[in-house]
């Protein structure tokens, strides 16, 4: 019996050297039924090139997640973002695909996985798409444990894995998120679930409000039109994607035994700027203004909670330097 169909969509922006290893550790997958498409925002750097002389097996990406897999050059289409067309890429266990969609704008997050959804949903048809953040390694099994999950219950409209930190002080067994909780009443709107005693984080699905858009699978039938809202262009498009997709009756899993590591920054909240911070504040009460109905009457408990948040944030920063 045929496997479900799996488009998985990465986003490239001027990081090439992240994204070659998470191809890498895609074309070793157990899997053996899935699409990829690297959707490129426009870089500023040589990340086309780079991406086309690793298909065609120029570079050897070899880490300590990924041993090379001498399974290049890839069956490898480029085309621009109006140039759609139909191209045959499936990834098999003999034959592996790549897509490489170039766009001539940095569209941000949203509209640029849109396009790769609106691709794939024209000329592909799969019966799931995933969106896959460039600075992840997957697990061999992490597509295989998601998809068995997925076609248990038809009602299963989300699926998120267990995500580790790629290097937490030379650690890569620390759980950086498994499933997130949805909370209005205080700011940014939203929490993982690690935060509360009532989940179960042994068990093998664990069912939430929401995962993360860096490893997030959907069923087709519950993609939104369009996947995701480009008015959110700097974060929460998976948190209001997940909510619209529950709102029609669909369930938000998470998956414990589908393993993805995520190479979040550590040192992030250290070296970011004022406008970094701004924009974080701005996207989270954009949010919040979407989904909750009396959000003017709760803006001053926004702003308490904001104000307690960032400056205890700032004496922490304060403390470690």
Known sequence: MTKPLVTIILLNWNGYDDTLEALESLYQINYPNYNVI????NSSNDSIEQITRYANGEIIVETEYT????????????????EFKKV????????????????????????GNNLAV????KYDNPDYVLLLNNDTIVDPDFLENMI???????????????????????????????????DLEHFPGHHSIMEEERYDLDAE?????????????IKRDA?????????????????????????RGYKIVTVTSSIIWHKVGMSRHKNSTFKTEYNHIKTNLQFIKKHKKNYYLSLP???????????KAIINRISNK
């Open 38 to 41: 690297v959707v490129d925002n």
């Open 67 to 82: 041993k090379y897999q001498h399974n290049k050059p890839l069956n490898f289409t480029h085309i621009m973002e109006d």
């Open 88 to 111: 045959n890429y499936t990834s098999t266990d003999k034959e592996k695909g790549l897509l490489l969609i170039e766009n001539y704008e940095n569209y941000g997050f949203a509209k």
């Open 118 to 121: 609106e691709y794939t949903l």
């Open 148 to 182: 068995q999950v997925a076609v248990s219950d038809e009602k299963i409209g989300i699926i998120g894995p267990k995500f580790y930190y790629y290097d937490y002080n030379n650690s890569h067994e620390e759980i950086w998120c498994i499933g997130s909780v949805v």
């Open 205 to 217: 699905v664990i069912e939430c409000d929401w995962v993360s858009g860096a490893g997030l699978l």
């Open 223 to 247: 993609i939104p039109q369009p996947c995701l809202d480009t008015d959110f262009f700097f974060g929460c498009e998976d948190v209001d994607l997940a909510i619209n997709v529950k709102n």
């Open 301 to 311: 408990k926004y702003s308490y909670q904001i104000a307690k948040l960032y400056s």
